[in-house]
């Protein structure tokens, strides 16, 4: 029934351009000192093995984090995201649990890649709450395993959609949900804008953020317009062009990220950063990227 499994995308340019926009977004609500909820509708496992089997089928982690991981020319927010992906590949602590000794400007091999919970696991506070809800048990186990143990951290072996009304307002009122389904089932858009919808009507203050994949579908197509509908206090859409479909016109070209109340900062950065990232992940002459913004 669940036949996605991220561990074979992981560190795409897709969730480059993913990771990147919520380090910049949970950023801004750390700085802001207020505790916040992070709610990760889709979760994952957390994290990922890029010399596993299934990492290894396409190797696309080497068209997205491989082409950045030992560049010293990195715009500062690619280079903030580029920083949390090497700390995660650093050593633990040894089995009497000393840190382990890291010379300066050391990169590590890159041998793991961290999922959206490790991205968020990193940045946010002692003060903060994670809510993980991912539906396939092997995921959830995993997350289980290394997220249980947190204080204020929550995993839920649900269906994130019909979850997400569950943490909605929170207390205290201040949230980031990322919403990442797989799209495998042509539903996932339908349900997407449903939640979002609902959860506009529980926390209109939200920060909401949407991935969604560039494909030749219609209701891929369709799916910024109909969320822009939902977000009278702004929005910012950002999509990122690398590749051409196939010869049958089928295949991931790039991917997108919606934002509804995204942090007042977040459209400059990215303006910022999108010509160079765009030129890093082409993988095509026409490569391109897309950034509108609707400030409240
Ligand atoms: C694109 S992956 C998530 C990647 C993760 N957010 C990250 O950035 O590292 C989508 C995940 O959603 C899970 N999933 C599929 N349908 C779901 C549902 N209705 N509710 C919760 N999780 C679901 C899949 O098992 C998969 O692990």
Same mark, same amino acid.
């Given at each position: 029934?669940? %036949?996605? !499994?991220?561990?074979?995308?992981?560190?795409?340019?897709?969730?480059?351009?993913?990771? /990147?926009?919520?380090?910049?977004?949970?950023?801004?609500?750390?700085?802001?000192?207020? *505790?916040?909820?992070?709610?990760?509708?889709?979760?994952?496992?957390?994290?990922?093995?890029?010399?596993?089997?299934? &990492?290894?089928?396409?190797?696309?982690?080497?068209?997205?984090?491989?082409? /950045?991981?030992?560049?010293?020319?990195?715009?500062?927010?690619?280079?903030?995201?580029?920083?949390?992906?090497?700390?995660?590949? =650093?050593?633990?602590?040894?089995?009497?649990?000393?840190?382990?000794?890291?010379?300066?400007?050391?990169?590590?091999?890159?041998?793991?890649?961290?999922?959206?919970?490790?991205?968020?696991?990193?940045?946010?506070?002692?003060?903060?709450? =994670?809510?993980?809800?991912?539906?396939?048990?092997?995921?959830?186990?995993?997350?289980?395993?290394?997220?249980?143990?947190?204080?204020?951290?929550?995993?839920?072996?649900?269906?994130?959609?019909?979850?997400?009304?569950?943490?909605?307002?929170?207390?205290?009122?201040?949230?980031?949900?990322?919403?990442?389904?797989?799209?495998?089932?042509?539903?996932?858009?339908?349900?997407?804008?449903?939640? =979002?919808?609902?959860?506009?009507? !529980?926390? %209109?203050?939200?920060?909401?953020?949407?991935?969604? *994949?560039?494909?030749? !579908?219609?209701?891929?197509?369709? =799916?910024?317009?109909?969320?822009?509908?939902?977000?009278?206090?702004?929005?910012?859409?950002?999509?990122?062009?690398? %590749?051409?479909?196939?010869?049958?016109?089928?295949?991931?070209?790039?991917?997108?990220?919606?934002?509804?109340? *995204?942090?007042?900062?977040?459209?400059?950065?990215?303006?910022?950063?999108?010509?160079?990232?765009?030129? #890093?992940?082409?993988?095509?002459?026409?490569?391109?990227?897309?950034?509108?913004? #609707?400030? &409240?």
């Amino acid at each position: 029934m669940l %036949a996605y !499994r991220h561990a074979f995308h992981a560190g795409n340019h897709a969730d480059v351009l993913k990771h /990147l926009v919520l380090a910049q977004v949970l950023q801004y609500m750390v700085d802001k000192g207020k *505790p916040f909820r992070y709610i990760d509708t889709h979760a994952g496992a957390g994290g990922y093995l890029l010399k596993g089997a299934q &990492a290894q089928k396409n190797a696309e982690y080497r068209e997205g984090i491989g082409r /950045l991981w030992s560049r010293a020319d990195m715009p500062a927010p690619v280079a903030d995201y580029v920083r949390l992906v090497h700390d995660f590949n =650093l050593p633990g602590p040894d089995e009497q649990g000393n840190p382990p000794v890291i010379e300066k400007g050391y990169t590590p091999p890159l041998a793991l890649y961290p999922g959206s919970p490790s991205i968020a696991r990193a940045l946010l506070t002692p003060g903060d709450a =994670l809510r993980l809800f991912e539906l396939h048990p092997a995921d959830a186990r995993t997350l289980m395993t290394h997220f249980g143990g947190r204080r204020n951290a929550q995993i839920l072996n649900e269906d994130g959609f019909a979850g997400l009304k569950s943490q909605l307002p929170p207390t205290p009122r201040r949230a980031v949900v990322l919403m990442d389904p797989s799209y495998e089932l042509v539903g996932d858009y339908g349900k997407t804008v449903a939640a =979002l919808r609902d959860a506009m009507t !529980r926390f %209109a203050e939200g920060v909401y953020m949407v991935w969604y *994949p560039q494909v030749s !579908r219609v209701e891929a197509v369709q =799916l910024p317009k109909r969320l822009s509908a939902l977000a009278p206090k702004g929005w910012l859409h950002v999509r990122m062009t690398v %590749a051409q479909p196939n010869r049958q016109g089928f295949g991931l070209s790039g991917s997108g990220m919606f934002i509804l109340n *995204p942090p007042w900062t977040l459209h400059a950065t990215l303006e910022a950063v999108l010509p160079w990232l765009t030129q #890093q992940l082409a993988q095509f002459d026409g490569a391109s990227y897309h950034l509108e913004y #609707q400030p &409240a």
